[in-house]
């Protein structure tokens, strides 16, 4: 029977194994070694690879361009993670506090995760940041604010801030859900038994809320570096150029470098492309050492 049983299961899982390893092994591995070499295009054969060893790696920490793509990489995920985490958290906080139409509020604060990214985009650049008829400029103009109706959002000097203000208005709504369930899972017995000893709001969040939801929030953090070193498609939308050094990342370079589009770029070589990729992945690889090292989760039973 147990002969039978392990037969069973090498034969249900190896269809699987056979998946994964042809889905995610492989490429994984075909990209590490493709980082080592000078490739002509990304399905060029083997005989053509020329060995460079770290050179590509070398090679772009000396690019200006990609220099820059690193920095507004870090700008994405440090401003715009702070502003998502504090907005997502304070929503999460305040939808599970006993408020009415809870799950009308979720559903519509998570309602710019559902619409596609290009149709998002579309309407910040035309009717939220626009000069004439924008939201903003119609606000402020109503309000009073003349300096800021008259900022000129889409100018190369504000580009980027008006990328993260649209990108991580449509980020907000899923960490929110991520903060939410985690809340969910606390017992309400504890919130009840700290009001009856005459505990706030504020101090319930310090000591129970917060301490309770650390696994979460080191879940949200990875999360928000796996989507951020991914960026790709905001950045393309919001730029007049292919390589507009006000809004590109590493994601954009490693496509113009694997592809040969852009005029900043006139190597095509896709070992360099490889190699962004291997550079990114350190990236979250980093961020997870350290974030599971800063936030530990205390032995805390509910």
Sequence with gaps: MKKKNRFMIIVFLTPALIMFFAIFIYPIIRTLIMSAYNVPHVTADVSTWTFVGIDNFKKLLSVNLFRTSLWNLLRIWLFGGLGVMSIA???????????????????????????????????????????????????????????????????????????????????????????????????KEMYEASTIDG??????????????????????????????????????????????????????????????????????????GAAVGVLLTIFVVVVFIVTNFVIKNDDLEY
């Design 199 to 272: 505990a706030s709001k504020p101090r319930q969040f310090t000591t129970i809320t917060w301490p309770l939801i650390k696994g979460v929030l080191k879940t949200n953090i990875i999360m928000w570096s796996i989507s951020s070193v991914g960026f790709f498609v905001w950045s393309q939308l919001f730029s007049t150029v292919t390589a507009d050094q006000q809004t590109i990342t590493p994601m954009v370079y490693l496509y113009l470098q694997t592809f040969g589009a852009g005029n900043t770029i006139t190597e095509r070589n896709a070992g360099l």
């Design 89 to 187: 958290l304070l929503f999460a906080v305040i939808i599970n506090s006993g408020i009415r139409f809870r799950s009308f509020f979720k559903a519509v604060i998570y309602m710019p995760n559902i619409v596609s990214a290009v149709a998002l985009a579309t309407m910040w650049l035309q009717y939220v940041f626009n000069n004439r008829f924008g939201l903003f400029t119609t606000f402020f103009q109503k309000v009073g604010w003349e300096t800021m109706a008259n900022i000129a959002w889409l100018s190369p000097e504000m580009k980027f801030t008006s990328l993260l203000i649209a990108y991580s208005f449509g980020m907000v709504g899923y960490h929110m859900l991520i903060f939410s369930s985690g809340i969910e899972r606390i017992p």
